[in-house]
């Protein structure tokens, strides 16, 4: 718990050290120090918690230039920090660090995830680590205050309304729904033991006008209302898999659709995460809008790939063309990885999805 800490970008392909810095947060203010009990304990269990991934945050004097940012949160249980690297031209540098001892706000309010989205329509994304949401510049913008959870899902969950926040809590029990802009509730509910798994999407047509909001104690909700009666979107994963708009359950090593059933097993493979049952991917990796599925073989000798043989009439940009969704997608590599969402609606009676903002160069 001691000594030096370094970031380090590496070649993909032969594994070349390509730039270094030191890690922008480092586990105390004084490197010679074991003390690192303002993460949560004095082991070095709560600082080493890490999320992340990549976003597209101001990083060019409060603008958004269009290359996405690396980001690195460490803690989440106590104090909270998360910070913006680049790396441009074969250097790597911070932009900004959100730090909660330093900008209070955030302390205590993070999950084992972090998920990011335009929250306030400025073209910059925000960060979702939880109960809180971090602006585009780094700056505290707004928390819950309900504390940690181990589930989360962030997407227009209602159908024309702004980017909303799914998340089961730990410590206060229950779930709750709020704005990822203000972070004000459209329902909570407390009260209980910890309620460790929850998902948020659109899984059948029982109702057109919001996403079913489902939690492993609370049950099944309408995400527009909290009232009880909608169809289950399951506990664990998603994954857009057959040919309708509609998305399917994933869980351990199957897929399962919402008044069908099971529809694939994959035999020989297993989930990730213990009771989260997490696959190691889903993302629209082949590019006509559905989904992959990626599980680790049961003995973990090799990576399975599935990919679905379902023919489908709905015509749509890829998954991956739109920004949030890819940035998403990025964030599923860490702790209890969650699925990736679209910042629009996708289910039944959905309008033509906004033409991708996507240049390369």
Known sequence: MTGPEYFTIFDGETGEELATMYY???????????????WGDNYGNRVDRFTGGASFVSDTAGMTSGRPSIIHQRGYYTRMTISALNYQDGQLSEQWTYDSNVKP?????????????????????????????????????????????????????????????????????????????????????????????GVAEYVSDANVNAASCSSSKVGDVHCDTGNPGAPSAGSNFLIY?????????????????????????????????????????????????????VLRESNNSALRVYTTTDVTDIRIYTLMHDPTYRMQVSMEQASYNQPPHVPFHMGVGMQMPPTPDIYVR
Request: include cysteine.
């Open 241 to 293: 898999w057959d040919a309708d708009e509609v998305r399917e359950l994933a869980g351990g090593n199957t897929i399962y659709k919402v008044g069908v059933g099971t529809i694939l097993t994959a035999d020989g493979c297993s989930a990730n995460n213990g009771t989260k049952s997490t696959p190691t991917l889903t993302a629209d990796l082949f590019g006509d809008w559905r989904e992959e599925l």
């Open 105 to 197: 706000g955030g302390f205590g309010q993070g999950n084992h995830q972090i998920m990011t989205i335009d929250a306030d329509g400025d073209g910059g994304m925000e960060l979702i680590p939880g109960a809180a949401t971090i602006n585009d510049d780094g700056t505290f913008r707004c928390s819950t205050g309900i504390g940690h959870g181990d589930a989360l899902h962030v997407g227009e969950l209602i159908v024309g309304d702004r980017p909303t926040v799914f998340m089961p809590h730990e410590g206060a029990g229950g779930h709750d729904l709020h704005y990822a802009d203000n972070c004000e509730y459209i329902f909570n509910v407390t009260g209980g033991d910890d309620n460790g798994r």
């Open 24 to 38: 922008p947060i480092p586990r105390n203010n004084n490197p010679a120090s074991a003390d690192v009990s303002d």
